[in-house]
């Protein structure tokens, strides 16, 4: 079975710093794991997502996430954030199958 | 991406009611499934909607309050069922294409209960 830690409920951040949204995963198989981001009264877009190759990943709107399999993390970042990117972002896993299974969340809130 | 078309995208309801939500993708998918998101909360699977069969439910939901039709590869509904204002909740319908495929999500029903 998987699971999704995800360590900081709420990240606050000026604009224009750089974030790190941090999630780490347990798993007994080979995973595939994905970022997605939630904007008020929006369903789930994709962010990005690791299926195999490079570890770095790169996704829409200027995030990036690095899968470390030694330390089961797969943390997002973004040099620099803006108001809009103001938002709920769910770390997710799958085993191979397509059952995802989702962390609790993280919630980014951007101040001018 | 496939393009996700979720009706109604909100609704109050009378507790002891039931509605059903509509998911309707513009193209084959090989699953839909429906998760549930409380206030405050992350994601919960309800149920993986089989096309042509009954659905298969995750543990805790059951499908006399969760019915869940597929009658094709495009559309599927569920229906929540005799609601009280613990049924409160987003619920989100996602759409997979099979192999590599992430899912994708349709823009939620956010549904009250009184």
């Known amino acids: 079975a998987q699971s999704v830690t995800q360590l900081d409920s709420q990240v606050p951040v000026f604009e224009e710093a750089p974030v790190e949204l941090r999630c780490n995963y347990s798993?007994?198989?080979?995973?595939?794991l994905f970022w997605y981001v939630q904007y008020p009264n929006q369903g789930l877009q994709l962010l990005l997502k690791y299926l195999s190759g490079s570890t770095l990943v790169k996704g829409i709107n200027g995030f990036e996430a690095e899968f470390n399999k030694s330390q089961t993390s797969f943390h997002l970042r973004k040099p620099s954030v803006h108001i809009s990117d103001t938002a709920e972002y769910f770390c997710a896993v799958s085993g191979g199958s397509e059952k995802l299974v989702f962390g609790k969340g993280t919630k980014l809130t951007v101040n001018p | 991406s496939a393009v996700i078309s979720q009706k109604p995208s909100r609704d109050i309801c009378q507790r002891g009611t039931s509605l059903t939500i509509q998911c309707q993708v513009d193209?084959?998918?090989?699953?839909m499934f429906w998760y549930r998101q409380q206030p405050g909360q992350s994601l919960t699977l309800i149920a993986t909607?089989?096309?042509?069969?009954?659905?298969?439910?995750e543990s805790g939901f059951v499908i006399d309050k969760f019915p869940i039709s597929r009658p094709n590869l495009t559309f599927s509904t569920l229906t929540v069922s005799n609601m009280s204002p613990e049924d409160s909740s987003i619920y989100l319908c996602s759409v997979w294409g099979g192999g590599n495929q992430p899912q994708h999500f349709g823009d939620g029903t956010r549904l009250s209960i009184l």
């Open positions: 909607a089989n096309q042509g069969s009954e659905a298969t439910y």
């Open positions: 798993s007994s198989v080979s995973v595939y």
């Open positions: 193209s084959q998918v090989t699953m």
